[in-house]
């Protein structure tokens, strides 16, 4: 199994130079919308640094590397010109991981839609999934001699639901119907995206959860929210059909065609398990993530994360369990996992020493590892992530790096749960090198 890390462009990148404004831009701008009012305009400014996050990946002995292409930096107005200096950082980047030996595994869209396609309607627009496609063409063309495995899109389920039911990430919109429409167009834009990749291993991330009823009388609720988290995405790449949770509109059938079977590999972001019970006072935001669910609250249990997410490490075994069940012979990553904590313990040389973060990964590259024996042909995993960085509507007052990003100066520290993965890789390669198992 290929080990390594993950992050996304706006996350770490900044603006840098030439990059065109996307929708986090003016979802950031908006009072209110995340929590310390901050922005990606700066991130951890990897468009400069990015030759430390490199040697940081090689110094971790990283196998593979999962970054994302900023769409509003190769096609600033989203559709047409492409901007070559755009293209050449990315083109950089990839030769720097590939002369260390790590494979760079590029996310295509990780959220940061160019804003001229928000104007024209963004994913609830069908145009958008075309326009996808086009800019997939010209990724492709720029790095396809080098990167043969791709993703489309990352956790199209956030983008559709967290962008257009509960308005909590961009573009902020609270429409069900839109966000209906916007998670169709996500996995159309997906399966145009792959077919104007030819040759390219195309695969799709999706961030899949057990959800546990915490009573009998909760099931429907969890039914459907089972359908609008998991279940959506798998019928649809695996039997080109929609769950009953999904309103239907005329122009599923054909597209539902060409996203079965479209995924040549498909990624799983693995954070919690979903426990669905009572309403609460603050339960309106989910109930609006999960549109058509009805009341019901989320109840996380402890241990939980600095985001208050339960630590559930099986919950990662059984998600690998389904899709392999559901998409056989399709390879599995486990694309993004890994743990916010307050990383408020230090050891005498001032290394956050983050051991809920270490017992955290452990737990869950054991359930890999329980998967893996079971028979899911889990490929790789890459912990979430490299870098503290912008964690979207909790801006930088959540971190979840196994390197620690000094907010005044940006530089880079790496934590003890950096030091214990780069032993668990070591550990692994001796391992595969003698023969024993892969
Ligand atoms: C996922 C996102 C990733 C990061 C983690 C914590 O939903 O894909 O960008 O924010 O959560």
């Known amino acids: 199994m290929q080990i390594g890390a993950a992050t996304a ?3 770490v990148e900044g603006a840098g130079d030439g990059r065109g404004p996307c929708i986090w831009d003016v979802f950031a701008a908006r009072p209110g919308a995340v929590l310390d009012g901050s922005d990606g305009a700066l991130a951890c400014d990897s468009f400069h640094r990015w030759p430390e996050d490199v040697a940081l990946l090689a110094e971790l002995g990283a196998d593979a590397y999962r970054f994302s292409v900023s769409w509003p930096r ?36 990780h959220w940061d839609l160019p804003q001229s396609l928000q104007d024209a309607g963004g994913w609830p627009e069908r145009d958008t999934a075309l326009r996808f496609a086009d800019y997939a063409a010209a990724v492709h063309g720029a790095l396809g001699d080098r990167v043969t495995r ?5 956790e199209p389920w956030c983008s559709a639901f967290l962008g257009h039911g509960s308005g909590v990430h961009a573009p902020g919109v609270q429409d069900p119907a839109a966000a209906f429409r916007a998670a169709h167009h996500l996995l159309l834009g997906h399966a145009l995206g792959a077919r104007a990749m030819p040759g390219a291993d195309v695969g799709i991330v999706c961030n899949l959860y057990p959800v546990l009823p915490t009573a009998p009388e909760f099931a429907p609720q969890a039914r459907v929210v089972d359908e609008i988290q998991n279940g959506l995405w798998l019928d649809a790449l695996a039997h080109g059909r929609y769950p009953a949770a999904v309103p239907p509109a ?22 919690t398990a979903l426990r669905v019970g009572p309403a609460r006072p603050d339960s309106a935001p989910d109930q609006a993530s999960y549109p058509g669910a009805g ?100 801006g930088y007052t959540r971190t979840f790096g196994i390197v620690e990003v000094d907010r005044d100066t940006l530089d880079r520290r790496p934590k003890a749960s950096f030091r214990w993965l780069a032993g668990y890789l070591a550990r692994q390669r001796e391992v595969t090198s003698t023969g024993d198992t892969q």
Do not use: C, K
């Open 9 to 11: 462009a706006y996350q």
């Open 74 to 109: 190769v096609q600033p107005a989203g559709s047409g010109a492409v901007a070559p200096a755009g293209l050449a950082y990315y083109d950089r980047l990839v030769d720097a991981l590939l002369e260390r030996g790590i494979t760079p595994m590029p996310t295509l869209y």
């Open 150 to 154: 791709f993703a489309t899109m990352n």
């Open 250 to 271: 005329d122009e599923h059938a054909d597209d539902l065609a060409l996203v079965r079977g479209s995924a040549a590999w498909f990624g799983v972001n693995y954070y």
């Open 295 to 394: 009341e019901f609250g989320l109840h996380p249990r402890d241990p939980r994360t600095s985001m208050g997410w339960e630590v559930v490490p099986e919950g990662l075994e059984q998600v690998l369990g389904r899709v392999a069940r559901t998409l056989p012979g399709v390879p599995i990553w486990v694309t993004e996992n890994g743990a916010a904590y307050a990383d408020d313990v230090r050891s005498a040389d001032g290394t956050v020493d983050d051991r809920d973060r270490i017992a955290y990964l452990e737990g869950h590259l054991a359930a890999v590892e329980r998967a893996r024996a079971a028979g899911a042909p889990v490929a790789g995993y890459l912990a979430w992530t490299l870098l503290d960085n912008y964690e979207w509507a909790y």
